[in-house]
């Protein structure tokens, strides 16, 4: 029996895993549909892209993975704290190794990001113990390498220079 519920509880993770990265492919894809001026095909890659995501909370529920705020902070911080400390310097410096300028560049834009995330993570998940909601207005996010701002956007992204016009505003 305890060999069964180890197996389901594998196979759960790794049809999350494959639902999450579905979901983002179908986004991705997505875009690149509506660019090259296929809207309805954009439509059906958003619409399936949502279902996988269905599928992946499910899975990732059923995993008994959801808890409260804090906890659910707390497991954010965790990861983006990973991805600063130990995965993005190994990915970066083995690109860097490898002459892989393009992987390089995603894992920089990745990597600063990461550090801004774990931080707003933290702040969120003190206030959350609290019982208090985080004070923001508007999240800028830079659609070229993830860079994100509280309330204002600056002039240009510090990390790729995008320009404040291009940041993507959610409020």
């Known amino acids: 029996m305890v060999v069964e519920r180890k197996m389901t ?4 993770e790794e049809a999350y895993a494959g639902e999450s990265m579905a979901h983002m492919r179908y986004m991705i894809f997505a875009d690149v549909a509506e660019k090259e001026g296929f809207p309805n095909i954009a439509k059906l890659f958003r619409a399936i892209a949502f279902a996988e995501l269905v599928h992946a909370r499910n899975h990732y529920q ?3 993975n959801v808890k409260d705020t804090p906890n659910n902070l707390q497991v954010a911080i965790d ?3 990973f ?3 130990e995965m ?9 190794l490898q002459g892989e300028k393009e992987a390089v560049r995603s894992t920089h834009y990745a990597l600063e990001a990461e550090k ?3 931080e707003l993570y933290r702040k969120a998940k003190e206030l959350a113990e609290q019982k208090k909601d985080i004070e923001i207005k508007k999240v800028y996010i830079c659609p070229v390498c993830g860079y994100t701002a509280i309330d204002e956007a600056p002039e240009y992204c510090p990390v790729c ?7 993507v505003v959610f409020e």
Do not use: D, S
């Open 9 to 12: 509880k594998k196979f759960l």
């Open 62 to 64: 059923a995993l008994g």
């Open 79 to 81: 990861g983006e704290t």
């Open 83 to 85: 991805e600063v400390e």
């Open 88 to 96: 993005y310097p190994v990915y970066k410096a083995t690109a860097e």
């Open 116 to 118: 801004i995330h774990a």
């Open 161 to 167: 220079g995008a320009p404040r016009e291009k940041f």
